[in-house]
Nanobody, 125 residues
Framework: VQLQASGGGLVQAGGSLRLSCAAF????????VGWFRQALGKEREFVAA????????KYGDSAKGRFTASKDNANNTYYLQMSSLNAEDTAVYYC???????????????????WGQGTLVTVSS
């Protein structure tokens, strides 16, 4: 399984951005996809997660009400729509695949086996 993240860039505070995460290979191994971010000097933080079929989602406190996770099943591509961005959202964003069939969304990075390369989001104030 390979995950390829894209869509990062520079955006003004209050603006929006949509990140993409394309899955390749044995995508049936992915039960959930998580979005994480890591700001400079900080630990990797859970942002959101979505079930493999795209029906269920979970959000971290920083994302609630502002970010939306979704999936295009036809293209095996996951999305993170981000709005009302502020400087605190500046970070490298990663998508990650969880290959364990859980009854819950894992919040720790160590629970995810497959990782995309990360895409940088910079929010200017």
């Amino acid at each position: 399984v390979q995950l390829q993240a894209s869509g990062g860039g520079l955006v003004q505070a209050g603006g929006s951005l949509r990140l993409s995460c394309a899955a390749f290979g044995r995508v049936s191994n992915i039960y959930k996809v998580g979005w994480f971010r890591q700001a400079l000097g900080k630990e990797r933080e859970f942002v959101a997660a979505i079930s493999g079929g795209g029906r269920d989602t979970k959000y971290g406190d920083s994302a609630k009400g502002r970010f939306t996770a979704s999936k295009d099943n036809a293209n095996n591509t996951y999305y993170l729509q981000m709005s009302s961005l502020n400087a605190e959202d500046t970070a490298v964003y990663y998508c990650a695949g969880d290959r364990v069939r859980r009854m819950y969304f894992a919040l720790q990075p160590s629970s995810y086996e497959y990782w995309g390369q990360g895409t940088l989001v910079t929010v200017s104030s």
